[in-house]
C-alpha cells in the first residue's frame, strides 16, 4: 500500500526545486520550515490512509450513469467531504474566498501525494482548482463573489469544457455557440466531450467553464469566449435554483482512471427550462471579454499541465514503492551474490538480480527526477507571482521554459514505470488484482490529454525557446552546468557524473542551438521534426542535474549515500541517451520527412 | 480493421530471412514460391475475414467460468472449428499424424496473422503446436499413436503446465508431485497455476503436459519430469473414457488477452475418479524419461519463444495500422508543408504534422525490423531441420543464438508500438470502443510469459554468446557487416544508412566482447547487469541490418522505394541509441550495482 514519500518530497521541494531558500529569505511571508513539514505530514497522512485504501474500488467499480446521475465508487462522496473539509481544496486560493494563498509548490507536492493515492479521485479537485483559478484572474466581482467561495472550500466542483469531438489539439475550429439573452447573460448550445467529473454525486453543484462562439464571432481561435456555466442556477440569496439546461448523455469506458466520470456535455437541447421562460439554451455567464477566452484558458493553462505532470510524478511514485516491496520479498533463482539464500528456499529476493534492480533503479531514477523538475516548474511559477518587474518576468519565463518539459516527461515516465513496475511483478504484474497495471491504465492519458506531448514539444521549441530571443533558455543552460561544476568539486563517489553531465548538458545546447537557428532560418518542418526528441532530452538533461543538485546539497540528514548512489546510476545509465536525443534532433529530419511515402 | 500484410510478410520471408535461397536450392522439398503464396494469402483472408471480426467480442466479453465449465466468449468455437478444418493446426506438423511437415517460417508467418487478428484467440492453437512438439520428439510411440493425431487436427488441444505461486522462472522449486500407481501409469498432486486454454468449450478433449516431481527425485531442476495427463481418459478404441482428476478452480481477471482463459488447475484432490478403483490422483503418462522433464521442455522452447515474439510482431503490426489509418482521416491543425487544407476544414490530416509522422514512423521500422528478426531465427530453426552434421549444428547455434533476441525486442517492440497507437489516437486512443487500447492490454505479457525479457537476457548473454566459444557470436557479426557493406556501394537514396549500420555494428562488436570477457573474468554480476541493454542492442542493430538487406536487395517488386526511406530512417534515427546501450553495457555495471544500498 502506498505511504507518502515525505522524505524526498520535503526534500526536492527545499533542496532541489529552491523552497528552501525563498523561505529564508521570507518571501513566502511567514511560512515556515515547520509548518511546510506539519502541511506535507498531514497531506501524507490521509493521502495513505484515508484515500489510497478507496483507490482499488474506484478502479473496479469505475463511475456510473443511470437516468443521467452519476455515481461514483463507493465511498467516494464521503472521501471527498473529509478531504474538502480538511480544506485541501484551497491550498492555494485567494485568501479573500477562503483560501490559504500558499505556494503553488505545497500544493503540487499535496497532488502528487493525492494522485498516487487515487490519481481518478484527484481529478476532481484538479479540475476545480483549475476553474478557480481561471474565474479568479477572469471573473467579474459579481461571478466571483457568487461562485468563488463556494468553490474554494470544495462545496461545488468545477469542470473545463473544451474539447468536441471535431475539436481537440486544435480548438480553433470548436462549434459549441453562445447567444446574447439580452439581459447580460447568455444561451449556450452545443455538445462538449471528454468533460472530466462532468457530473458525480459528490458535490451539490457543479460550476462549469465552456468555450463557445458567439455569432458574430471570427473565425478561428479569436472567435472564442469562455462562459460559467453552474448545473444549477444560483439565487440572489447563495442558495441553489432551478436546474439549468446542462445534461450528461454518456460516460466513457475508458482504459484506465476508471472512478473518474468522463463525461460528454449537452448545452441548451431543452431537457430543462431554467428561465422558466421557454426561452432556449443553458443559462451562462461571461468569463473575462467577448472573443477573448482562449487567453483566460491559456493563462491558467502552466498550472493545469503542471497539474498532470504531477500525474505522471505520482503514478510512478506509487508504482515504485509496490514493485520494491515486491522485489524484496518475491524469491526467484540465486543471484551471483547473494548470501542469504539458505534461508529462503535456496532463493533470492528478486531484488538481488541485477536486470531486476536495474529495472527499479530506473524507474527511482525517473521518478525522483520528474519530481525534480515538476516542483522546480511550480517554485518559478511562486517566484513570477512574489517577485517583481524584470524578476517576475524571469520567473514566468522560466515557468513557460519548463512548464512543457515537466508535463511531457513526466507522464512519458510515469508510463514507462508503471510499465516496468508490471514486469517487476512478472506473471502477476499481468493479474489485475494485484493492482500493477490500473498504475500503467491510469497513466497511460496523462501523456495525452490537457495538450499532448507532441503539442507541448511543439509549445516548447516554437515558443519556448525563443523566449528573450533565446536568453531564458541559454541563461537556464548555465545554471546547468554551474551545477556540473559543483559535482566536480565534490564527493568522489559520485563517479564519473561530472563528465556526464557535462557531456550531456552540451549536447542539449547544441540541439537548442540548431533548432533556434532552424526556426530563424525558415525550416520550420525540421524543428518540429526534432521537436519530440528534443523535448526528452530536455528532460533527461534536468533529471541528471536535478540529482546532482540534490547529491551535492550538504544538508547533513543521512540520506546523502542514497542520494549519490541514485545520482550516480542516471549519470553512467541514463545520460548516455542524449547523443542519440540531439542526433535526431539535429540529423533526423531529412530522413523522417521523407520517409512520408512509407506510409501513402 | 485488420488486413493482413501479405506484400511484407512474403518479401520478408522471402528477401530478408532467406526462404527464397532455400526454395530454389530445393531445400524444402517442392515446396514452390507459388505454393508459399497461396498459402500465406489464404492464411490472410482467413485472419483477416473471419478471425479478425472476432477478436473485440473476445475481449470485452471475455472467457467465463461457472461450475468448473470455461465458456469462451461468443463465435469463438465455430471459429475455432473452421479454422482447424483449414487444416492450419498441422502445418508443421509429422506427415505420419495429419500435419503438412512445411517449413517452421510458413507457420511463424502464420502464427503473425493468428494473433494480429486476435492474441487470445491465437493462443489456443500456439500452446497446442508446442504440445504436440514435445509429444512428438519425446512421446513413447504408444502415446503418440493415442494422442498425436487428434491434437495435430486441433480436435483435441494442449496446454504447458509449468508455474506454481512459488516457481515462475525458477522451476526447480515447483512441488507438484507424481507417484507410480504400479501399472506404468502414474497419479499427478498440485496445482499449477497461470495455464493458458487450460479449460475451455472449443475442443472435446483437452492434453495437459504437466511438470511434477517423483518421489525419489532429485532436488532442483534435475528432479522433474513431464507427464501427459488428459482431461478426458482415452479408451483403447480412441473414444473418450472417464473424466480425469483435474479441473480449473479459478480463471484470472487480467489487464489483457480476456478472451484467452488464464485457468489455476488442480490435479489429484479427488472430484473425478478416472480409474473407478478409489485411487487417487490425476492418471499421467510420463513422456521421456523420469527427472528429464525439464529438458523435454527445453527442446520446444526455441520455437515456443520464437511464437511469442511472433505475438510482439502482430500485435504491432496491428496497432500500427489502426494508427496508420486514423491518422490519415483525423484532421487537426495545420500542418507546415501542407497543401490541401483548404479541402478539409482549414485543417490537415494528423499524418501530415513531423511528430506524427515520426511517431507511425518507428511503429513501422519496430514492427518491420521484429519481423526480420522472428522470421530468421524461424529460416535458422527450419535449415537446422533440412541440413545435416556440421551445417545442422550451425543453423541450431544460429536459432539458439537469435531466439532470446527474436522474443525479447519483439514483445517490447510489441508493447512500444502499441502504447505509440494509443498516443496517435489522442483522446480516443484512451476510449476502449475505439480498440487502441486493447492493443497495448493484450501486448503488455508478451515480455513476460514463456520467460520474462530479463531471462532471455541472461541466456542470450550467459548461454548463447559462448557458443562455439564466440565463434557463432562473431561470425553472425561478419555477416552483419556484409550487409553494411553492400548498403554502402548501393543506392544513393540510402543517405547515411551505410556509416550508421557500419557504428551500429561495431557498438554491438564492442558489447559482445566486453561481455565474454567479463565472463571468461570471473565477473558475472557485472555480465548480468549488462544484459538488458546488450540484448535491446542486438535487436536494434538487426533491425537496422535487416531493414537494409530488404532495401538493397533488387527485386523489383516496385516497393523499393518504400523499403529505402524506412530503412533510412531507422538508421538516421533509431539506431543512435546503439552507442548509449553499448556505453550501459560496458561502463553502467559499476552504479548499478553499488546503488543497491539506494533502495535497502
Known amino acids: 500500500m502506498y505511504r507518502a514519500p515525505l522524505e524526498d518530497i520535503a526534500f526536492t521541494l527545499k533542496h532541489v526545486a529552491g523552497l528552501e531558500a525563498a523561505l529564508e529569505i521570507g518571501r ?4 515556515s520550515d515547520d509548518l511546510v513539514d506539519a502541511i506535507l505530514e498531514e497531506a501524507g ?10 483507490g482499488e474500488i474506484g478502479d473496479r467499480q469505475g463511475a456510473r450513469l443511470a437516468d443521467g446521475k452519476v455515481t461514483t465508487p463507493d465511498g467516494w462522496p464521503e472521501l471527498y467531504r473529509n478531504w474538502r473539509e480538511g480544506g485541501w481544496n484551497g491550498l492555494t486560493a485567494p485568501e479573500a474566498f477562503g483560501g490559504q494563498n500558499l505556494p503553488h509548490m505545497l500544493n503540487v507536492a499535496a497532488l502528487e501525494m493525492w494522485n498516487s493515492a487515487s490519481m481518478a479521485f484527484a481529478l476532481a479537485p484538479t479540475l476545480t482548482m483549475g476553474a478557480i483559478e481561471a474565474l479568479a484572474s477572469h471573473g467579474s466581482d459579481a461571478l466571483k463573489a457568487t461562485y468563488l467561495a463556494k468553490m474554494v472550500s470544495g462545496e461545488w466542483t468545477g469542470t473545463m469544457n473544451l474539447t468536441e469531438p471535431h475539436a481537440g489539439s486544435d480548438l480553433g475550429v470548436l462549434k459549441s455557440r453562445a447567444e446574447r439573452a439580452g439581459d447580460g447573460t447568455y444561451r449556450i448550445f452545443g455538445q462538449k466531450i471528454y468533460i472530466t ?4 454525486d459528490a458535490a ?15 473565425a478561428g481561435t479569436r472567435g472564442i469566449s469562455l462562459f460559467l456555466v453552474p448545473k444549477f442556477l444560483v439565487n440572489e440569496d ?5 436546474r439549468n439546461d446542462v445534461f450528461c448523455h454518456s460516460i466513457e469506458h475508458k482504459l484506465g482512471i476508471h472512478g473518474s466520470p468522463t463525461c460528454t456535455m449537452i448545452y441548451g437541447d431543452g431537457r430543462f427550462d431554467p428561465a422558466g421562460s421557454g426561452q432556449k439554451g443553458a443559462v451562462g455567464y461571461l468569463v473575462g471579454e467577448e472573443n477573448k477566452g482562449l487567453a483566460c484558458m491559456f493563462t491558467m493553462m502552466n498550472n493545469a499541465r503542471l497539474a498532470v505532470g504531477m500525474q505522471g510524478v505520482a503514478v510512478a511514485e506509487a508504482a515504485t514503492q509496490k514493485a520494491v516491496a ?4 518475491r524469491t526467484q533463482g540465486k543471484a551471483p551474490a547473494w548470501a542469504g539464500a539458505e534461508k529462503r528456499d535456496g532463493m533470492s529476493p528478486i531484488i538481488e538480480h541485477p536486470d531486476v534492480l536495474r529495472m527499479l533503479m530506473t524507474m527511482k531514477a525517473l521518478t525522483q527526477g520528474s519530481r525534480a523538475i515538476c516542483y522546480a516548474c511550480a517554485h518559478a511559477i511562486d517566484m513570477s507571482h512574489h517577485t517583481e518587474g524584470d524578476e517576475a518576468r524571469k520567473w514566468a519565463e522560466r515557468a513557460a521554459l519548463l512548464t512543457p518539459v515537466a508535463k511531457s516527461f513526466a507522464t512519458d515516465a510515469g508510463v514507462d514505470v508503471a510499465s516496468l513496475g508490471i514486469q517487476v511483478h512478472g506473471g502477476m504484474g499481468f493479474i489485475e488484482e494485484t493492482g500493477a497495471a490500473r498504475y500503467l491504465r491510469d497513466a497511460r492519458i496523462a501523456p495525452i490529454y490537457e495538450g499532448t506531448n507532441g503539442i507541448q514539444a511543439i509549445d516548447l521549441v516554437m515558443r519556448k525557446l525563443p523566449l528573450s530571443s533565446g536568453g531564458e533558455v541559454a541563461g537556464f543552460l548555465s545554471e546547468l552546468r554551474e551545477i556540473a561544476e559543483r559535482v566536480a568539486t565534490s564527493d568522489a563517489a559520485l563517479g564519473e557524473t561530472a563528465e556526464r553531465l557535462r557531456k550531456a548538458i552540451a549536447d542539449l545546447e547544441q540541439a537548442t542551438t540548431w533548432l533556434l537557428e532552424a526556426q530563424t532560418g525558415g525550416r520550420v518542418a525540421e524543428a518540429l521534426a526534432g521537436a519530440t526528441p528534443y523535448q526528452r532530452l530536455f528532460g533527461l538533461v534536468l533529471t541528471g542535474a536535478y540529482l546532482a543538485k540534490g547529491a551535492v546539497a550538504d544538508v547533513g540528514d543521512g540520506g546523502e549515500a542514497k542520494r549519490i548512489a541514485l545520482c550516480r546510476f542516471a549519470a553512467e545509465n541514463l545520460l548516455a541517451e542524449t547523443a542519440a536525443l540531439k542526433d535526431r534532433v539535429i540529423s533526423g529530419a531529412a530522413s523522417l520527412l521523407a520517409a512520408h511515402a512509407v506510409l501513402s
Chains 1, 2 share one sequence.
Open 238 to 242: 447563495g442558495s441553489l435554483g432551478p
Open 326 to 329: 515486491f522485489a524484496r520479498e
Open 28 to 31: 513566502f511571508g511567514d511560512l
Open 197 to 200: 467529473w462532468g457530473e458525480h
Open 204 to 218: 451539490d453543484n457543479i460550476i462549469h467553464l465552456v468555450l463557445a462562439r458567439l455569432p458574430d464571432a471570427p
Open 45 to 54: 497522512r490521509f493521502a495513505s490512509n484515508e484515500m489510497a485504501p478507496l
